[in-house]
């Protein structure tokens, strides 16, 4: 009789420990809602306020694609507008970050100071896999509000830089319980400083799931400075490895249609 | 008693802080709901036209002159059909200068060429096309194609030398793996002098002789992506090139570009008795270092073994003028150092204290000679259009490398408008 207790008790015991994914699967699966598993591109629309007047505009168009080694996507950016930065290009690949001026025909190497200046910038806040720089050790159950003012149940990941190649100390991210949605995340320096804040929300269904189609970023010194990045023409499209490193720039030519 | 006063303290301070970000929060997601900018959509025309005007003063006497500038450049990368692209690339430049009126003007067809994409690792490209090698800022001892490019000179920023130049007629073909490339090319002689017509496509420039060039890179570990260089002109020693660039920390890139090979001396190239064949070399290396407020610093040393060194420097200086400006205008013209040894320095900060103002700086000084060109321009931008102002001066002693130049001090405010 007490071992068919203990057996149920263990049974009991796992399958709670089934429903409870850990902090790490759930940051996993974040990432999954963020970017699809397979090479993709899609336009980015950056619209910058200052003081609450829109102060730039941008569009990128971006090719990311999940590096087979690492688990991290390596992206290629191309500015559609403003028109002087037209056709100017940016190479992610790990630690290898590369711009190219069309004009110049000059490939300039990047360092990850210069990664966090520009427009382009936030992009790693969205074709990044977190799970793979940084590990998430605890996933608290809170309600917050998302982008859209409305309280969503969550998991609220606490998350350090695990890799090298990690751009930020340490992130909080807020999951959706229900789905693993993200719905906001602040990202921190190791002096505790905050250094944006982003809310995932406009959720659509895009190349084959529920995807965030819009992101508001914060900057975390001056919250009157915010960007809004908008996501369109999506697309399922693969980039040959061999294209994703300095020598092909200056032949990369998106082709969303 | 008092800690816990100090604890209900902190705990107030940090949920009004929350509070504080959460109202912030709200702010910025009030202002990002009226974000109605739609997509952009990607052209493959690209245009701007430019205006310029200035003032400069002058050495020895002569008198200051205004001068104005038209410029007009438009680039086209329209694809033909699957694999196929044609890639188009000119710049026209009106200039007038001084109380003549002596306007010229000067067209620049930049590139024209098609390109085949065989298949996705393998293209064939045929035409003239501007192709650069070199990871130095101020200097490229490796950018084997840059002699004779230069028809109209509208800054003395080397970013602006590399973008308004020839390309070479060639046929060039690119192999492309994983993390590496082999890139072959021949550029035939067509021509056999360079054209002052205003409209010419000058082939006598870029193609008064029969060149080649071999180009491979390969990524030999994260962060590590040498590419070696050998390149080959009819009747010269082949020069073998090297560059590379390493990031250091966060925020410090340092890069080393070199050349070197059997070859004359560029002053007995200039009278135009190349004899003497030694091996020289040639090299631009130092560091580019960004700050988290958007200022770059980069420092570069730079070496050219087949310029004169101080010693028959300072000779020329007192020898036969004629010999003099002979080898000033070759060197020049070949986009080479004159001396042996330079500095430069080029810096600049984005969104200089307030949004969309750039300032931009560079000095050049000659470490034989001790002359400097300083040059600082402050440029704001708006969508379409860009503003500038620049200062550039040009200092040292007589005949030095830069003090010879008549224009001591030169002002030009610059406009743009990018269609």
Known sequence: MSKSILAGLLLICSAIAQAAPSAQEILAASDAVRNPDYPFGLTNTLVEYRNGKQSDTSTLAIYSKSDAASGQFRSLIRYIAPARDASKLILYSGKDLWFYDPSSKASIRLSPQQRLLGQASNGDVVTVNLAKDYQASSAEEEDTQDGERKTKHCYKLLMSASTSDATYHHIEMWVETANTHPVKARFYTESGKLLKTAYYRKYQPQLGGDRPTEIVIIDGLDTNWVTVMRYSDWVKRDVPDAWLQRDYLPRFKPELE | ?419
């Open chain 2, 1 to 419: 008693m008092r800690r816990l006063a100090i604890c209900a303290l902190w705990l107030i301070c940090t949920l009004a802080s929350a509070a504080g970000q959460d109202d912030a929060d709200l702010d910025a997601l009030a202002t990002a709901d009226k974000a109605t900018a739609a997509p952009e959509h990607a052209s493959d025309w690209h245009a701007f036209v430019e205006g310029a005007f200035g003032n400069a003063t002058q050495r020895y006497g002569l008198p200051d002159y205004r001068s104005e500038r038209l410029s007009a450049d438009v680039a086209l990368d329209k694809t033909l059909g699957a694999g196929w692209r044609v890639l188009f690339a000119d710049r026209l430049d009106g200039n007038w200068q001084g109380q003549e009126p002596n306007e010229y003007k000067v067209n620049t067809l930049k590139e024209l060429y098609l390109s085949w994409q065989v298949t996705p690792n393998e293209i064939i490209d045929v035409g003239r096309i501007n192709t650069r090698y070199g990871v130095g800022y101020g200097y490229n001892p490796t950018d084997y194609f840059k002699d004779n490019a230069v028809r109209s000179v509208v800054s003395v920023d080397p970013n602006s030398l590399r973008n308004n130049r020839l390309g070479s007629v060639m046929v060039r073909t690119q192999m492309l793996w994983n993390g590496g490339a082999l890139t072959a090319l021949v550029s035939p002689k067509l021509a056999s002098q360079p054209s002052a017509d205003a409209f010419s496509v000058d082939l006598g420039a870029t193609n008064n002789t029969n060149r080649w060039l071999l180009a491979v890179s390969q990524r030999v570990a994260e962060n590590v992506n040498p590419q070696f260089l050998l390149s080959g002109e009819q009747g010269k020693s082949a020069q073998l090139g090297f560059d590379l660039t390493h990031v250091l920390g966060d925020a410090t890139v340092v890069f080393v570009e070199w050349s070197g090979g059997q070859g004359a001396s560029l002053y007995s190239e200039a009278l135009g008795n190349p004899t003497r064949q030694v091996f020289r070399n040639r090299m631009a290396t130092g560091l580019s270092y960004t700050t988290t407020n958007k200022i770059s610093l980069t420092l570069e040393a730079e070496y050219n073994g087949s310029a004169l060194d101080s010693a028959d420097w300072a000779a020329l200086a007192t020898g036969p003028i004629v010999n003099y400006l002979q080898y000033r205008n070759y060197a020049q013209a070949v986009q080479e150092l004159p001396t042996r040894k330079s500095l430069f320095i080029n810096a600049n900060w984005q969104d200089a204290m307030i949004s969309h103002l750039d300032l931009n700086a560079l000095a050049r000084q000659d470490l034989t000679d001790q002359s400097r060109l300083s040059w600082i321009e402050a440029r704001y931008h708006w969508d379409h259009t860009d503003v500038a102002l620049q200062w550039q001066r040009y200092g040292g002693k007589p005949w030095s490398d830069f003090g010879v130049v008549p224009q001591r001090t030169t002002w030009q405010s610059v406009m743009t408008y990018y269609f």
